[in-house]
């Protein structure tokens, strides 16, 4: 099956400070999401991005399927931010998705 | 709008104990449903998911099974719990459809002791 992998595994930053989250897959996929989740579990849709850029406030996301990744983008960082970060993919004629391990942020005051 | 409910939030239950936990959506029809469990760790780990009443496809062989028995209803049941099955599980809902966004419920928290 498609393997998903993200990077860094874990991030702890300063509040007002940048990052970038990157999302690696070894296969073509027709359906890329990333998602929070919150210190309660819940997870957030955060961008349906199977190809090109979007923008959401201080997030944004890019994914480059022929170079086969994603990159998730938080701007001016706030305490809200923290949680886990998943990517999550559907390889092409599924329709299941395939989550990475996620990238665990916490952002300090 | 859509939204999805879980219940229980929370549950502790003795190795050997039967379970159900249900998910229901509202605001939509026919929908794509899902069971995810999330293990201490992180990762997310897809049980089931159904594409209609009745249909149900199972992803990982274990003591767990689903069943849909309304068109919006999902349920994860087990006859005998295992230590192994605590975890965090996430029901989510999709259009039909194969490369739709998949929303996710708030999550049932199981404590098998």
């Known amino acids: 099956g498609i393997q998903v992998e993200q990077s860094p595994p874990d991030l702890i930053l300063q509040e007002g400070a940048n990052s970038t989250l990157r999302c690696n897959f070894s296969?073509?996929?027709?359906?890329l999401q990333w998602f929070h989740q919150n210190p309660w579990g819940q997870l957030i849709n955060l961008f349906y991005?199977?190809?090109g850029t979007k923008q959401n406030g201080r997030l944004s996301a890019t994914t480059v399927a022929t170079e086969r990744y994603s990159l998730l983008y938080i701007s001016s960082s706030q305490t809200t931010d923290s949680g886990v970060y998943f990517c999550a993919v559907t390889n092409s004629g599924y329709s299941t998705l395939t989550f990475g391990k996620g990238t665990m942020l916490l952002v300090s005051p | 709008s859509q939204t999805i409910h879980q219940w229980p939030a929370t549950l502790v239950q003795p190795v050997g104990s039967p379970l159900s936990l249900e998910c229901t959506v509202e605001g939509t029809s026919n929908p794509n449903l899902y069971w995810y469990r999330q293990a201490a760790g992180r990762g997310l780990q897809l049980l089931f998911y159904?594409?209609?009443?009745?249909?149900i496809s199972s992803e990982v062989p274990q003591n767990l099974s689903a069943s849909r028995p309304q068109d919006r209803q999902f349920i994860l049941s087990s006859k005998k719990l295992l230590l192994s099955d605590s975890g965090f599980y996430l029901c989510?809902?999709?259009?039909?459809?194969?490369?739709?966004?998949?929303?996710f419920g708030p999550g049932t928290r199981l404590t098998v002791l």
């Open positions: 159904s594409v209609g009443i009745g249909q």
């Open positions: 991005i199977p190809s």
């Open positions: 296969d073509s996929v027709n359906n």
């Open positions: 989510a809902w999709s259009l039909a459809g194969l490369r739709d966004t998949q929303y």
